[in-house]
């Protein structure tokens, strides 16, 4: 379990952008796990069976929130959820842009900020599409969309999250007159 | 400066690729272990299935059953004889009457009461319990955003 514990929780923590949620999340993967001991114990791909299965639980665990929770939780959020006040900034996306005075450790904290930021809709597909490796079909298919609509999101999502790096410094940002 | 889908991909690649685990909260082992302690610990016999219960628990049980049965059956037929009674049956109506005119005369008040007052005011007191409750209903709903969802 200290081997994959830090791998469970930051694909739920990350998907659900919530860490209360992702600690309910992995240990339920936890126990799932242990009700298959026998055949992880002995399986090179343990690893591999603990992300599959902590993102199945995380998705569905998202599903049935959103439903219960859709008034609550996406009052303010369409697809025009850009911030207004991001509208002026557009990040500067040269190789060079990421800035370089900046500590590590507070660059790493700053993203997951930002990722938690995102609203669900985009922060689940691009979490998906550049934490897990998962491919833009296997995304649709897991989120139920349609391919275009995944492609779309992640689009945005990866400008939103640039957006909100780029006003948080830790990406160069140029002002555009809007 | 054009930010194209291919730039911006890369760019957030370049961005993710150096990020770290997060580090699983020091509670999560202990939670999991209690929970596997839970689930593993033995069930006392009465909350498991009657088959599962000890012999003498079932026999006990069943003539526990029989003793309430009778009883029951013995008050039914007990509170039939007693109704039946011409007394009882007087008293049963005397009862019924003071209970529907008490009844009627409330009914009588309270329309009387809601008759005496304008029906602005009625509507202003509805209109005032709806922005009431809508108001409860807005402070749970920003509630709920600021201290669950950005926890």
Redesign the interface.
Known sequence: ??AY??????TA??LTG???QA?DI??DV??KA?ENFDQLRSSSTAGGWLKTVATRLTLNHLSRYRRR?R???E?RRDDSDEDSELEFT????T?D??VADID?EQR?AI??QALRELPEHHRVP?VLY??EDMPYQDIANQLRVSLPKVKTDI?RA??A??KI?ARRGV?RA?LASA | MSNGPEKLESFVDQLVRGQPLRRAPATLEARVLAQLALQHAPIPWWRRGFTHWPLTARVAFLIASYGFVRLAIAGVMSIITFVGSREVAETAVSWAHVGTTAVSATVSLCSLIVSAIPPLWLYGAAVCGFALYALLFGLGTVAYRTLYVQR
């Open positions: 379990m200290h514990q830090d791998m469970v929780f930051s923590a990350r919530n860490d209360a600690e992995a240990q936890f126990l242990y929770w008034f609550f939780s009052l557009t990040p500067d996306l190789p842009a990421i590590a790493q993203i997951e691009l550049h934490f689009q990866r400008m999250l640039a790096l990406v140029s």
